[in-house]
């Protein structure tokens, strides 16, 4: 495999791509899936992961362990090797139900080839496909190529909604839609086959290098394919009263997955996200709610910690006892059995962020709890939450216990305690040691602290605790 006519570019500053050409060509795809197995049998310090396209490799590392040089350096030693013929792929055979209603495009595909619907299923069946790589959906096999003769343009209008299981053409492509979705390429059958399973031990049906053959025929096929699984038995903590414009079930994201379709997912804020899940002493990675421009509307049918960050969309934790109270972003605030947490108006920001003490508690899916809304797995059932849902959370980390932030009035001023390494948390108002645990340096609310005298400036706080 040749360095000279391969181009090593970066993508963003943890990821590159290595070209080895431009063009849709099976040979040259020979060459990126040698290239893929060689990065994967010989990994390099810091690499994450590898994604086979038609005629490229993206190269995914992380950037505390590798340089973009290093990587690029490591990846030219392998184009300078003679690269060995890549392993063969599995054999699939895909039953199809042609035309009708199941392929509303293959009177249209017929027209356009000049041929018969009969001669198109003939010939389209008569043929073994490669697949190139896998994108676009989880699971989406991208097989070539089709015979001249049955290449066609892709729809100038595409669908909003493509049944899961249809088989189609584009160019000089066919593949099958593994989940409902929108797509512009032409409908002539479907299939039952289940191109992905997100639960499986493999699962993605079909991959790069693998082999298909299509056979026609007649048995029915199902309206819709099951994706999910059902919740494991929990104890519901939080009811979701109104989901809100878009409400999800995200953490980290699900990496190592690409190469079958899958995205990373995950917080569209990460820094507001981590936030949220360090006041209440989660990990940072933990599952939380992300909620877009107008948030949920939660009820708590338990005594809970949770955690505002991100945007600012007026959250107001309503208390029959105590009346509204103003949710402060950044702290954890308790929330006891019945309040209601509202968010009324968006005063800025986009995507706001609720953490929970112990994070919420939903099916891993290939190893992440984030929701992926396009193939409807992960997070809760695959969807934005609905009036009705309720949620459950894990059990809190010990030692992260923090004050309720809600037994203070929002006009009056809050009491801050400094901590110090090695030392017992002091407070400003009372002068008394609290907690059991030295902590790194911070700035904490105080949970004893009277509210009604006026606060002490943090530069006296400083000095006090030294002294």
């Known amino acids: 495999m040749s360095a000279e006519r391969a181009r090593v570019l970066p993508v963003g500053d943890a990821a590159l791509t290595v070209e080895l050409g431009r063009t849709l060509e099976p040979a040259l795809n020979v060459r990126v899936r040698a290239l893929d197995e060689a990065v994967r049998a010989r990994p390099f310090p810091g690499l994450l992961e590898s994604v086979p396209a038609y ?59 000049g041929l018969s619907e ?16 896998v994108g676009f959906l989880p699971g989406f096999a991208y097989l ?20 899961a299981g249809s088989v189609a053409l584009a160019g000089r492509l066919t593949g099958v839609y593994p989940f409902a979705s929108p797509g512009g390429w032409n409908l002539i059958g479907r299939t039952e086959r289940v191109l992905f399973d997100p639960f499986a031990d493999a699962p ?28 494991p038995a929990s104890v519901p903590r939080i009811e979701v009263v109104d989901g809100g414009l878009l409400t999800t079930v995200q953490d980290g994201g699900r990496r190592g997955h690409r190469r079958l379709g899958v995205p990373w997912c995950g917080f569209l804020d990460p820094e507001a996200a981590r936030a949220a899940n360090r006041a209440v002493g989660n990990a ?10 107008m948030g949920p509307t939660l009820r708590f049918l ?23 109270w103003p949710v402060p972003l950044g702290r954890a605030v308790v929330a006891r059995t019945g309040n209601v947490l509202t968010m009324r108006e968006r005063r800025a920001g986009l995507r706001a962020y609720v953490a929970f003490a112990g994070g919420i508690t939903v099916p891993d899916v290939l190893g992440s709890r984030a929701t992926d809304l396009v193939a409807g797995f992960g ?7 609905a009036a009705g849902d309720h949620l459950s959370l894990g059990r809190a980390a010990a030692g992260a216990e923090v004050p309720d932030l809600t037994l203070a009035s929002p006009s009056s001023p809050l009491w801050w305690c400094v901590s110090w390494p090695g030392r017992r ?30 606060p002490v400036p943090p530069s006296r706080i400083a000095r006090r605790a030294r002294s």
């Open 284 to 293: 940072e990675d933990a599952a939380l709610l992300e909620g877009t421009g």
């Open 425 to 454: 948390t002091t407070c400003s108002r009372t002068r008394r040691a609290h907690g059991s645990r030295a902590r790194p340096t911070r700035w904490i609310p105080c949970p004893i602290a009277s509210a009604a005298a006026s």
């Open 55 to 113: 005629a490229s490799l993206l190269v995914v590392y992380d950037p505390a362990r590798i340089s973009f040089a290093g990587a690029r350096a490591a990846l030219d030693d392998m184009l300078d090797l003679r690269a060995a013929a890549p392993r063969p792929g599995s054999r699939h055979i895909v039953p199809v139900r042609y035309g009708g209603r199941d392929g509303p495009d293959l009177p249209e595909v017929a027209r356009t080839c």
């Open 379 to 385: 997070g809760y059932d695959g969807r934005a939450l």
């Open 118 to 133: 009969r001669d198109v299923i003939k010939r389209h069946a008569a043929a073994e496909y490669t697949a190139l790589f």
């Open 144 to 163: 070539g190529t089709v015979a001249f003769e049955l290449q066609t343009a892709r729809r100038a209008a595409p669908r909003p909604r493509v049944p």
């Open 302 to 324: 338990t005594t809970t910690r949770f955690a505002l960050a991100g945007a600012d969309l007026g959250a107001i934790l309503e208390r029959a006892d105590l009346g509204p």
């Open 204 to 231: 993605a049906l079909i991959q790069a290098g693998d082999r298909v053959r299509f056979l026609a025929s007649d048995l029915a096929v199902d309206a819709d394919m099951p994706r999910t699984q059902p919740f």
